[in-house]
């Protein structure tokens, strides 16, 4: 009977953990009155089978750094040090990863996968949802500069924030100052 894992019912039994750490494995003679024996039993971690990748959860806003947590497991959820896993390659669909800072720096809105690959072949991938960041300005185009009195000018305005993604913004009455005559309509 093990602590962990089981005993395979062939001969020559075999035990097959599946935690880390000290175990043992009873071993009962029935014929005896239930004497039994005792074996210690070391199991360390197995070899990297997937990465766990967590992080920059909700939408990020563009232009602001979000942590990255990365984990490393074997195939029995026992978790490894990230160093078993050898050398990494991050790679991203949009946007700048920093292994220094473990952290991803969003660029452009949309939604973009982060990729991780190691030299041993194990992988994993996050899909992170990156919004509109911290305005840089805010853009003002009419549709024309000439008109007649008859006629209407259209003030399109489109916010645009510090990676320089554009949206159409419509500005609520009391935030135009009218300058002349007319009538303004958001």
């Known amino acids: 009977t093990p602590s962990n894992g089981s005993m395979s019912a ?3 039994n075999e035990f097959l ?30 070899t990297p089978d997937y990465f766990e990748l967590t992080g920059c959860s909700g939408t990020v806003p563009a232009g602001e750094w979000c942590d990255i947590t990365t984990k490393l497991f074997d195939q029995f959820g026992n ?19 920093s292994e220094i800072n473990q952290q991803y720096f969003p660029d452009h809105v ?27 300005m805010l853009e003002l185009n009419v549709s024309s500069t000439e008109i007649t009195a008859d006629e209407r000018v259209y003030v399109n305005t489109t916010r ?25 309509t958001p």
């Open 110 to 136: 949309g939604q973009w996968w982060l990729n991780l690959t190691s030299v041993y072949g194990v992988s994993s991938e996050l899909l992170i949802t990156v919004g509109h960041g911290e305005m840089a």
């Open 17 to 46: 953990p599946h935690a880390a750490g000290s175990h043992t494995i009873r071993v009962t003679h029935a014929i005896t009155g239930g004497s039994f024996v005792d074996v210690g039993v070391t199991v360390l971690t197995g």
């Open 79 to 97: 978790e490894l040090n990230l160093s078993e896993a050898g050398n990494l390659t991050w790679t991203t669909t949009n946007g700048n990863y």
């Open 10 to 12: 062939t001969m020559p």
């Open 160 to 184: 645009v924030d510090v990676r320089g993604n554009r949206i159409a913004v419509v500005l609520p009455a009391e935030n135009w100052t009218k300058i002349a005559d007319g009538q303004l």
